[in-house]
Antibody, heavy 117, light 110 residues
Framework: QVQLVQSGAEVKKPGASVKVSCKAS????????MHWVRQAPGQGLEWMGI????????SYAQKFQGRVTMTRDTSTSTVYMELSSLRSEDTAVYYC??????????WGQGTLVTVSS | QSALTQPRSVSGSPGQSVTISCTGT?????????VSWYQQHPGKAPKLMIY???KRPSGVPDRFSGSKSGNTASLTISGLQAEDEADYYC??????????FGGGTKLTVL
């Protein structure tokens, strides 16, 4: 069955960067696109972007353009999401979710990123 | 990319039916038959309940159904059960490999 293992919780200072990983197993890594979604405390889901693990192409939500970078390592079936210039509003749980271009079929367990001075 | 509009909360008694709406624009909900719905219980990751407007993944009860008319999609849950109490989010494809979520709806089973 599909398994997604995300990296552990992070605490960062404002202005720093964070890189969250998501290791996939149980399916052919290049068969599904990978979405990243975040959820601030007590708030709703926010779509951040998508990466095609096959070729590495990406598409990001306008809000995160210039601040987010999604990459993948096919040798380890792992995708990464790096967010830079962190501010307190970036405190959230970050999820990876493989699926189709418009479909988030499975979800990781989430990674809490806390931005605090 | 503005968030899709959902009611903040809905409620119903066990056995009843409830419908959650999700309103977007012709650039997202109205432009594609790629609306999906996710259920999220407190402290848990979301779970896919409906995709491509009205399709159910394996394992999702047929009490859950989806539809769309114009720029508004809907999720209907019939025969409400206590375990259906959760937050529900719609999501639509918005073109150019982008997607957008709704603000979420809290379902209370009375």
């Amino acid at each position: 069955q599909v398994q997604l293992v995300q990296s552990g919780a992070e605490v960062k200072k404002p202005g720093a960067s964070v890189k969250v990983s998501c290791k996939a197993s149980g399916y052919t890594f290049t068969s599904y696109y990978m979405h990243w979604v975040r959820q601030a405390p007590g708030q709703g889901l926010e779509w951040m972007g998508i990466i095609n693990p096959s070729g590495g192409s990406t598409s990001y939500a306008q809000k995160f353009q210039g601040r987010v970078t999604m990459t993948r390592d096919t040798s380890t079936s792992t995708v990464y999401m790096e967010l830079s210039s962190l501010r307190s509003e970036d405190t959230a749980v970050y999820y990876c979710a493989p699926g189709g271009v418009w479909l988030l079929r499975y979800w990781g367990q989430g990674t809490l990123v806390t931005v605090s001075s | 990319q503005s968030a899709l509009t959902q009611p903040r909360s809905v409620s119903g008694s066990p056995g009843q039916s409830v419908t959650i709406s999700c309103t977007g624009t012709s650039s997202d909900v109205g432009g594609y038959n790629y609306v999906s719905w996710y259920q999220q219980h407190p402290g848990k990751a979301p779970k896919l309940m409906i995709y491509d407007v009205s399709k159910r993944p394996s394992g999702v009860p047929d009490r859950f159904s989806g539809s769309k008319s114009g720029n508004t999609a809907s999720l209907t849950i019939s025969g409400l059960q206590a375990e259906d109490e959760a937050d529900y989010y719609c999501c639509s494809y918005a073109g150019s490999y982008t997607s957008v979520f709704g603000g979420g709806t809290k379902l209370t089973v009375l």
